[in-house]
């Protein structure tokens, strides 16, 4: 099992900045990929970002260039730096691990609340 544990939520003004963090522990040899996801009220889960153990990013077209996600593999922890937040970046934040290329871990999520 992998356990993720979210942090760094909260209430902010449009325009300001917000970093989550997500540490790992347990079983996470093995973990390769690690992203951040969301769901608003009423919506789907969505990924908004990912990272490979190789250090290869990707990002919904929502965030480029707002968000930027970076890994510590020394602090088994991956982070994700949002910058110029919106109102529709209102949404619970979840981390993800994938150990294997098949098994999904999640965290209990993070709620991000940004107020115009």
């Known amino acids: 099992q992998v356990q993720l544990v979210e942090s760094g939520g909260g209430l902010v003004q449009a325009g300001g900045s917000l970093r989550l963090s997500c540490l790992a522990s347990?079983?996470?040899?093995?973990?390769?990929?690690l992203g951040w996801y969301r769901q608003a009220p009423g919506k789907e889960r969505e990924r908004v970002a990912h990272?490979?153990?190789?250090?290869?990013?990707t990002y919904d077209d929502s965030v480029k260039g707002r968000f930027t996600i970076s890994r510590d593999n020394a602090k088994n922890t991956v982070y994700l730096q949002m910058n110029s937040l919106k109102p529709e970046d209102t949404a619970v934040y979840y981390c993800n691990a994938v150990r294997w290329g098949a098994m999904n871990y999640w965290g209990q999520g993070t709620q991000v609340t940004v107020f115009s």
């Open positions: 990272i490979t153990s190789g250090g290869t990013t």
């Open positions: 347990g079983r996470i040899f093995g973990v390769t990929g």
